[in-house]
């Protein structure tokens, strides 16, 4: 069984067949999933999948790339959906320094709101970083984002970055990048980070891992990611499959 961490199965690209590629993760072993909404439309979006689903589950927040559209009412409708039963954890936010649609300054604050809320509201945190290591780690340690911890998704750091987010409480997520031929980094964090402390997810449908890189990604293709990191630890399988799993329904506080 395989948990995908992060999906947007409520992205436009899956408008034609997104039941389909629901029956396909169910059939590649992926039991369960979170969708992950980042602005009006898409927390919409993610919440009519939770009500049709019973194994999918979601996570709402504001992108740091739109940063700069959030006004004070959406995080008052952030904190209403923070008590919604399907509701497991905020996010995804954080830092995207690639696009500068955003200014960095009011990314921190719109970044810095949401931990507040998090905090208050006692759910962990989905951290989105492109190009912002050192800027993620300082605003999570001020912020004192270590009393909920979360996910650093689709880690792309090195393997100090893993070690000062694990030291915070935070999982590290691997996805599609760590297939890659050319993908030292996330090889290295597979290999070093402990299992106990290791997430895997596709934010699908970005980032598909090899053979389909360039494609369309869909969760069934997690199971690629898991794969790629028990040939990486040398173990079996079933325990990346198990172990991951386990450290996602104990983040998210599933039971059933
Ligand atoms: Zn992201
Ligand atoms: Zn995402």
């Given amino acids: 069984m395989l948990f995908d961490t992060h999906v947007h199965l409520n992205a436009d690209q899956f408008d ?20 992950v909404g980042f602005d009006e439309k898409t927390i919409h979006r993610a919440l009519a999948l939770v009500e049709r689903y019973d194994f999918i589950y979601a996570a709402v927040g504001w992108h740091p790339v ?20 399907k509701v497991v954890a905020l ?11 955003s200014p960095k300054d009011v990314q921190k604050e719109v970044f810095r709101k949401q931990i507040a809320l998090a905090k208050k509201v006692k759910l962990p945190i989905v951290i989105h970083n492109r190009d912002a290591d050192r800027d993620i780690v300082d605003v999570l340690r001020e912020e004192d984002a270590g009393q909920v911890g979360g996910i650093m998704h ?26 890659f031929k050319n993908a030292k980094r996330p090889k290295l964090v597979a290999k070093e980070v402990p299992l106990d402390r290791l997430l895997i997810e596709t934010d ?53």
């Fill in 66 to 85: 739109d940063a700069i559209d959030m006004k004070d009412e959406h995080l008052v409708w952030l904190e209403e959906l923070a008590g919604h039963p």
């Fill in 204 to 256: 699908c449908p970005y980032l598909a891992p090899h053979p389909y890189r360039g494609k369309r990604n869909e969760p069934a293709y997690v199971k690629l990611v898991a794969e790629q990191i028990a040939e990486l630890k040398e173990i079996p399988y079933e325990e990346v499959a198990k172990v991951t799993t386990a450290n996602a329904r104990k983040l998210f506080d599933i039971v059933r």
């Fill in 154 to 179: 689709c880690f792309g750091g090195s393997v100090e970055i893993a070690r000062e987010c694990m030291e915070m409480n935070f999982y590290i997520s691997l996805g599609g990048p760590v297939t």
């Fill in 91 to 101: 996010g995804e936010m954080g830092l995207d320094y690639h696009w500068d649609k």
């Fill in 16 to 35: 034609e067949d997104q039941e389909e590629v629901i029956k396909r993760a169910q059939e590649a072993g992926v039991k369960e999933m979170v969708v």
